[in-house]
Structure formats: structure tokens, C-alpha cells
């Protein structure tokens, strides 16, 4: 079964600081990762994702993903944090490769703060 | 905009009654997937259509059913609602299995 594990449920930064969330997930087969953002009384905005090309993926507003086999991981981040960035992170695996449907398999998700 | 749609924005019922959610996907997607989002248990998928047909099932009560019109709107039938089934219900779609998931606003359903 694919899982994923989203380390830390709130994250602060400063304005202008790195922002690093965290995802670790579980798959038996070659992983579709997804990292999507959701803001306040908003639905789910697709950030990036990672489909087995590159394994350094650029996504949309400077975030990028890091997708390392090893570690088991895809973090996420962004140089400099604007106060727009404030916002709910999902990090998704995918089920294609194994039964084959797209249906996501969500973290609990983070909460990013950032501060003034 | 996602162009996928949902409606309504938000609902309020009493316990025991019964609810539609629909879902218009972003035109010419075939895959529909509903997923709630609750505190205490996150975002989790519910259930598939594609093409009109039952594609793959997840943490969906048995109170809870859908189905995929021909013309690949999508409809969530909550009934004998509960107060845990309060949630955000929300509606993606995309061009098939192996292409990214488009979500729409969301559905607020509040039993009260």
C-alpha cells in the first residue's frame, strides 16, 4: 500500500527565509508525486509533480521538489517565503503503476506561516 | 479557476436527511474522483468514475453513493447524513489516469 508522511503540521518563517516542508512516502512500485497547495475556502491548486522524468521538479509561484529514491522523499521548497505563500501543503502520491486509477493518497498536510 | 465546478458552495442539514453534491469536470476530462477533507481525518478519497463507470472505491460509507452521467457530470448522494459526516467534500478531474488531478472549490456540508 502508498502512504505518505508529511513531517511537521506547522511550519513559520520569516518573510524572505527558506521554506522547507517535508514529505516521505511509501510506494511498492515507481511513485507519481504531487505537491498540491490549498488556501484559505479554496480547493486544491497542483504545485508540481513528479513522474518519473527529472528528478529536481520546478513548479508554479518558485516552489521546487526534490524527488530522492534513497531517502524515500520529495520536499519542497522556495528560496524566499512571501507572505502570499501562507497556505495548507499537501504532498500526494498517485497510484499509477500499481492499480493503476490516479487516485491521490494525501499527508495530513502543513501549515505554513510566515511571518512579517 | 480549476474549470472543474462545484455545486453548491455550501450546505446545511439536519441529521438524517439526505443530500446531492455535483461535479462538472473541466471539459473533455473523463476521470471524476470525489474526496472529503475533515479534521480528524484529513483528505481522503471516496470513489472513482471514468467514463460513466465505477473505477475504484476508497473510505466510501455505504450511506454514501455516486454515479457518472453521460455527459461526465458527476453526483455525490450523502443520505441518512450523521453529525461526523460534516466536511469539505471536494470534486477532481482529469483527462485520464495517468494525467494530474484538477480540483474544484469544494463542497461545505454542515449537519446539524
Known amino acids: 500500500a502508498q502512504s505518505v508522511t508529511q513531517l511537521g503540521s506547522h511550519v513559520s518563517v520569516s518573510e524572505g527565509a527558506l521554506v522547507l516542508l517535508r514529505c516521505n512516502y511509501s510506494?511498492?512500485?515507481?511513485?507519481?508525486l504531487f505537491w498540491y497547495v490549498q488556501y484559505p475556502n479554496q480547493g486544491l491548486q497542483l504545485l508540481l509533480k513528479?513522474?518519473?522524468?527529472?528528478?529536481l521538479v520546478k513548479g508554479i509561484n518558485g516552489f521546487e521538489a526534490e524527488f530522492k529514491k534513497s531517502e524515500t522523499s520529495f520536499h519542497l521548497t522556495k528560496p524566499s517565503a512571501h507572505m502570499s505563500d501562507a497556505a495548507e501543503y499537501f504532498c500526494a502520491v498517485s497510484d499509477q503503476g500499481s492499480s493503476n486509477t490516479g487516485k491521490l493518497i494525501f499527508g495530513q498536510g502543513t501549515t505554513l506561516q510566515v511571518k512579517p | 479557476d480549476s474549470g472543474v465546478t462545484q455545486t453548491p458552495k455550501h450546505l446545511i442539514t439536519a441529521t438524517g436527511q439526505r443530500v446531492t453534491l455535483r461535479c462538472s469536470p473541466r471539459s473533455g476530462d473523463l476521470s471524476v474522483y470525489w474526496y472529503q477533507q475533515s479534521l480528524d481525518q484529513g483528505l481522503q478519497f471516496l470513489i472513482q468514475y471514468y467514463n460513466g463507470e465505477e473505477r475504484a472505491k476508497g473510505n466510501i460509507l455505504e450511506r454514501f453513493s455516486a454515479q457518472q452521467f453521460p455527459d461526465l457530470h458527476s453526483e455525490l448522494n450523502l443520505s441518512s447524513l450523521e453529525l461526523g459526516d460534516s466536511a469539505l467534500y471536494f470534486c477532481?478531474?482529469?483527462?485520464?489516469?495517468?494525467?494530474?488531478?484538477?480540483f474544484g472549490q469544494g463542497t461545505r456540508l454542515t449537519v446539524v
Open positions: 477532481a478531474s482529469s483527462a485520464n489516469v495517468n494525467t494530474e488531478a484538477f
Open positions: 510506494s511498492s512500485v515507481p511513485p507519481y
Open positions: 513528479y513522474t518519473s522524468a527529472a528528478t
